[in-house]
């Protein structure tokens, strides 16, 4: 077996342990009300941490917190499958589409223009992908595609290595 070929790739950034501690908590998929209840704290304060957190990491948007968080290895898949799926995940076309949107950091509405469609047709959508991955939310799902390589890295950030997560990490696919 070889070993996996290292892609040039930026820096992780540093992050502090509460920073660390908020991702993994937002990639088991805690809501903001669950992790202010577990921190003592109120939500608003969860917001500006998470608001932290994704500049941390230079996340365009909330959505590409987690996977960033995967890809910079402070996650391990299992800390963002919570509900395992039947392997191989299968995704429509325009349910993959969907969510190559999300991975960017766009929402429904830049998904409808992009795609030709109504913007209830792309909630429609995104709905059935999240049952299908078993996803609580929209980053969550982003990560899950990460994870099950229904993404690569490059559907996250356009200057990240065509590659799949795996590939990067050097740790095995989900199975």
Partial sequence: ???????????????????????????????????ARATYTSEGRVT???????????ASS???????????????????????????VHLSPRQLQVLRTYACGEGDPDAALELGVTYGTVRGYGST?????RARDRPQAVALGLVYELLLLRDIDDRLPAIALHAHTGQPAAT
């Fill in 1 to 35: 077996m070889t070993a996996p070929t290292v892609h040039p790739f930026p820096s992780a950034p540093e992050l502090t342990e509460q920073q660390v501690r908020l991702l993994k908590w937002r990639a088991a998929g805690r809501t903001r009300t669950q992790i």
């Fill in 48 to 58: 500006a941490y998470t608001a932290e957190l994704q500049a941390a990491l230079g």
């Fill in 62 to 88: 909330r959505t590409q917190v987690i996977a960033l968080g995967l890809i910079h290895q402070f996650l391990a898949p299992e800390d963002v499958i919570t509900c395992p799926v039947v392997q191989p």
């Fill in 129 to 133: 992908l999240l049952q299908i991955l």
